[in-house]
């Protein structure tokens, strides 16, 4: 296919994919459960955090994860203190525990007493052309209270070379104004244009076999070069392709 060819297949594909259906499937619908910004922020990001092996047992977690919340996030972790601590004591997600999840809640708090929000804490260090290194100054205002370092590696560095999937997925949900119905949206403060595609096994493996991708690694470096290619095919939303690439790969087989 020419440049022109593969924008037109890739375009259909996101028509295909990019719509409610979608949601049935995908780990999305725990924060589609919500509508206040903060609930839908706070359970966006908890979920996107355990997003990583069966899609099922996430969103089976996720559901269990809001339930143990009492179905109101931004409630629960504004008033959330130790007392509530033995109360998440059996939630487990692969290596994310209980005392991962104790953390991020009081990190969570802190961000929000403290920092204005999730959303102001990564629009006052987007970059010019990415957000990788809001990602980055995140990590470090998130971690600013003490906490086990085992803990750490649930949450991404670009700067580290990581491809960071879980939370350009995150931010893809909260930032891309998506009238079909998936994406949120609701943070107004960030251009889509700055997104990067959450770059996965599968997603990864489409966008080698279409040339948008020649880097064997799923890294950070691999990112820039996929995100460098999507933004020649749509500089104000290339993170749309996301759907395109996913979809292909998990539902097609391609």
Not at 22 to 50: M, N, R, Y
Not at 140 to 148: N, S, V
Not at 192 to 201: F, Q, R
Request: some cysteine; overall charge positive; aromatic content about 12%.
């Amino acid at each position: 296919m020419n440049k022109n060819e593969l924008k037109s297949f890739l375009d259909e594909k996101v028509r295909m994919y990019n719509n409610p259906n979608f949601i049935e499937t995908d780990p999305i619908q725990i924060p589609h459960l919500f509508s206040k910004k903060e609930d839908i922020e706070i359970a966006g990001f908890l979920v996107a955090t355990i997003a990583w092996g069966n899609r099922k047992s996430i969103i089976n977690n996720g559901q269990r994860l809001m339930e143990m919340m009492e179905g109101a996030p931004f409630d629960f972790v504004m008033n959330f203190s130790e007392k509530e601590a033995a109360s998440l004591s059996t939630f487990v997600h692969r290596t994310f525990n209980s005392y991962d999840l104790v953390y991020f809640l009081r990190a969570l708090q802190n961000i929000y007493r403290n920092h204005g929000g999730l959303e102001r804490v990564f629009a006052k260090n987007a970059g010019a052309d990415s957000m990788q290194a809001a990602i980055h100054h995140f990590k470090k205002t998130f971690f600013e209270l003490p906490h086990a370092t085992r803990t750490e590696k649930h949450v991404s560095d670009p700067l580290k070379n990581s491809a960071a999937k879980r939370i350009n997925m995150f931010l893809r949900w909260m930032v891309r104004r998506d009238t079909a119905g998936v994406d949120f949206g609701i943070w107004k403060s960030i251009p889509p244009a700055l997104l990067s595609c959450p770059l996965d096994v599968h997603s990864g493996n489409v966008a080698r076999k279409l040339k948008l991708l020649t880097r064997k690694q799923n890294d950070a470096k691999s990112l820039l070069e996929l995100d460098t290619n999507l933004r020649k095919m749509d500089a104000a939303d290339p993170v749309k392709y996301d759907f395109a690439l996913f979809g292909l790969g998990v539902f097609e087989g391609f």
